[in-house]
């Protein structure tokens, strides 16, 4: 039985290749192949089969910051392990620390503001810091353990200091930091971790 779905494809194009395939193989789906910039299908009927599917509510498309009922369950969680009120609306989920430190770099930096990051450090710190319209402020380890110094990070705090980024175990060194205790309170607005 032909089903009434379409899939949308980018394949390499291979001469003689037919633009749309359909059968058995695809599980009865229908693929437009779009490389070689041409849908052979009306616009209309595309503009029909959209609607039918935005209207019925299931556009495919997630929350970029998470689905909620994964939202809720962690702010369960953390309220059972913290003992503090966390709301699904607190919580992002990301594909990863990077997407993780440009969200929060984005929500919490404003343009002009610092933060400190520790080197070695990987190329995309301070691109993010760079992507929110802060300015980055390098302190490196010490060797040959390659961890951070507290009066290095210490002399490094102005009153533009809004973050830094911790990055332990450290990646590319693998250095894993002791606490630095006296940092915290020597930032301005309490604007540590």
Not at 8 to 29: I, K, L, M
Request: with cysteine.
């Amino acid at each position: 039985m032909q089903s009434d779905s379409i899939s949308f494809c980018f394949t390499e194009r291979v001469p003689g290749a037919q633009d749309v395939a359909s059968g058995s193989a695809f599980g009865g789906h229908e693929f437009i192949d779009l490389a070689n910039d041409e849908i052979f299908q009306s616009l209309s009927l595309a503009h029909e089969r959209a609607m039918v599917t935005v209207d019925s509510g299931a556009s495919g498309v997630l929350d970029p910051i998470g689905l909620m009922p994964l939202r809720k369950a962690i702010a369960e969680r953390l309220a059972a392990q913290t003992g503090f009120d966390w709301s699904a609306e607190e919580i992002a989920i990301t594909a990863g620390s990077k997407e993780a430190l440009l969200c929060a770099g984005l929500a919490v930096l404003e343009r002009g503001d610092e933060v400190i990051i520790i080197r070695p450090w990987q190329p995309f710190v301070p691109a993010l810091v760079h992507a929110a319209g802060a300015v980055p402020v390098f302190v490196d380890a010490q060797r040959p353990r390659y961890t951070p110094d507290g009066n290095s990070i210490r002399a490094a705090i102005t009153s533009r200091t809004k973050a830094m980024i911790i990055n332990s175990p450290n990646n590319p060194t693998g250095a894993v930091y002791s606490r630095i205790r006296p940092v915290k309170a020597a930032l301005p607005n309490e604007a540590c971790c």
